[in-house]
C-alpha cells in the first residue's frame, strides 16, 4: 500500500470507527500502520501466511506456428535416456594395467618434480571409473628409499613414491616377475610387509615356495575375484635361475591347485603371467602354455606383462588370454614400448548367493559382460594417458583388434571339459 492508499485507508478508517463500528476501523488503521513501517523495496519478518499475487491476465494466443523446441523448464527435472525402464543387473568393474615400475628415470621424475603422484596424473579418472585396479608392481619396496636414475637394471622404490598405488586403489599387485628379488628376500619381505600395511594384496613372491603361490580374493561389491601369477624368470639376469621366492609358469601343478583353491572362494579368477620376450609384438610357446593350462584348470581370463610392448589377444575354450598388455609407469623409449592398453573388466551380477563363508565358491553369480580396452601413449619416460583417435586405432590393430570393447566369446564347445 502506497502512501496515497494509506492515507486514504486512514480517513477511511477513522470514518469508519464513527460511523460502523470499532472493530473495522481498527483493522484498517493497522494496515495503514504496517505499511508505513516497510517501505516499496524493504524487508520485514512474515507474521502468517502470504497468499501469492493474483496471476497477470495472460496476453491473446498468437496465430499458430512452428512448434517450439523441447526444451525443459530450468527448474523441472530432466528425463535420461533410461528413465522410466527397469534397472539393469547391477555390475563389479576392475582394471588390469601393465607393467608399473617406480624407480630409475620415472623416480627421477617424481623427485624433480616433488610430486609422488606425477605419473597418475592424467590417467586418474581412468583409475577412478573403477571398483579397483590390479597391476604388476615390478620394483620392490625395500625401505632404503633410494634409486638409480642410471641405465642399471636393478630396481627399487622409495617409500613415499608408492602413494599412487594407495591413492588410486590399486588393491592388488603382481610381484611374480624378473624384479622382484631386485632388492634381495629382505628387500621382497619388506615389500610384501608395506603392501600389506597399505590394504594392497599381493600374489607371485613370497619367502617360500607355498607363499609365492598362494592366491589372493578381492571383493568388490560382493563379488570375489581370485587372482594368481606366475613369471617366466626368478631373476633379470637368467631364465635358468630357479628360486623358490617366485612362482614360475613352468610349475603346472601348483597352477593347478591354486585355480582349484579360488574356485571354492571366488566369483571370477584370473591368471597373470610375466613373460615373453621382450620387445616382440607376438606371443611365443611358454606364454600360450600357461595361460592355456590355466584356463584348462579354471580359469576365466588370462592378463600377460613383461614383454614390454603390447601383443596379441587369442580367444581360448571361449575365454580371453591377453598376452601382452605393455608397459603402465615406464621410462622405456623404444619404439612402441610407449604404447599400451588397459583392460577395463565387467562383470553383471546376475544373482545372489546363498554361502555366506569361503565355502563352496561363489557368493554371487556372476558373467563377463564386456572387456572394454583403453589405449594408452606413455609420455616423458613416465607417465601414461588416455591415448587420441588414431594412436588407439594403431595400438588396437597391432593387438589384432578392430574395436575396444570385446563382447564375451561363444561357449566353449560341447563336451569340453571345465
Known sequence: ?????????????????????????????????????????????????????????????????????????????????????????????????????????????IEKAGDPLLPWRNVAALLGSVDFTFANLEAPISGADRFSAGPAQIFNTPRAYAQGLVEHRLRIVNLANNHALDQGLGGLVHTLAFLREHGIETIGAGPT????????????????IGFVGASEASVNTSRKIWLDYVARIEDKGRLRGAIAELRQKADFVVATMH???????????????????????????????????????????GRYIFYSLGNFVFDHSRPHTTEAVAVKTVLRIESAGTDSGAEAGAGRRVRLDRLELVPLVIENQCCPRPAGEAEAGAILQRMGLSEPVLQPPPPAPAGSTR
Open 275 to 317: 613373460a615373453g620376450i621382450e620387445y616382440v609384438p607376438r606371443h611365443y610357446g611358454p606364454q600360450r602354455l600357461f595361460a592355456r593350462a590355466a584356463i584348462d584348470y579354471g580359469a576365466d581370463l588370462v592378463l600377460g606383462s613383461h614383454p614390454h610392448v603390447v601383443q596379441d589377444v587369442e580367444i581360448y575354450r
Open 1 to 109: 500500500m502506497h502512501d496515497g492508499q494509506c492515507q486514504r485507508a486512514c480517513a477511511i478508517g477513522r470514518s469508519a470507527v464513527g460511523r460502523r463500528g470499532l472493530l473495522l476501523g481498527l483493522l484498517l488503521l493497522a494496515a495503514c500502520a504496517g505499511s508505513r513501517a516497510a517501505p516499496h523495496g524493504g524487508l520485514r519478518r512474515s507474521t502468517g501466511p502470504v497468499l501469492p499475487a493474483a496471476a497477470p491476465r495472460p496476453p491473446p494466443p498468437a496465430a499458430p506456428g512452428p512448434p517450439p523446441p523441447d526444451v525443459p523448464d530450468a527448474g523441472a527435472p530432466v528425463a535420461t535416456p533410461d528413465a522410466g525402464a527397469p534397472p539393469g543387473p547391477p555390475s563389479v568393474s576392475f582394471l588390469t594395467v601393465g607393467d608399473v615400475m617406480l624407480s630409475r628415470l620415472v623416480a627421477a621424475a
Open 209 to 224: 615356495a607355498a607363499q609365492a603361490w598362494r592366491p589372493a580374493v578381492v571383493e568388490a561389491r560382493g563379488v570375489r
